[in-house]
């Protein structure tokens, strides 16, 4: 089945076994999709993420969630900003603020996928890909 969105689409499985306190979640893979699992393992949203090859198929992105100690999820939120039928850019100086700075900003620039808060000591716009808390 195709998928007009696939970050959407990656968002909502990691939203979903969020909620459903599941250990990993599975999806198809893109270069996208694992550099957005790279920088939530760096912000600490979670555990950790493999890419599995495969001979037969595009390959498949697993991740591994993180919980509190009190079984709530570390992802409080996710939102998708920026969509194929609507496109959302910043400038250098605009870049939003999630929760006064306590949240992460997804951006892709022309130097890849990083936090808006690296994208701010480039000095570096681009699209806003997705909120996170």
């Known amino acids: ?11 909502t499985r990691i939203r979903n076994a969020t909620k459903a306190r599941l250990d990993s979640v ?3 893979t893109s270069v996208v999709k694992s550099e957005i699992a790279k920088i939530m393992l760096q912000e600490g949203y979670i555990s950790s993420y493999e890419v599995i090859d495969g001979e037969d198929f595009g390959g498949i992105l697993k991740i591994y969630l993180r919980y509190s100690k009190d079984n709530t ?53 681009g699209e806003v890909i997705c909120y996170m808390w």
């Not at 089945?1 to 968002?11: F, H, R, T, W």
């Open 1 to 11: 089945m195709s998928v007009s969105d696939p970050i959407a689409d990656m968002l």
């Open 73 to 125: 999820g570390v992802i409080e939120g996710i939102k998708r900003i920026s969509k194929p039928g609507l496109r959302v850019y910043t400038e250098k100086t605009k870049i939003p603020r999630i929760l006064g700075g306590m949240g992460t900003v997804i951006i892709t620039t022309s130097k890849g996928v990083m936090t808006g808060k690296r994208a701010k000591e480039l000095g570096i716009g």
């Open 26 to 28: 599975v999806m198809p």
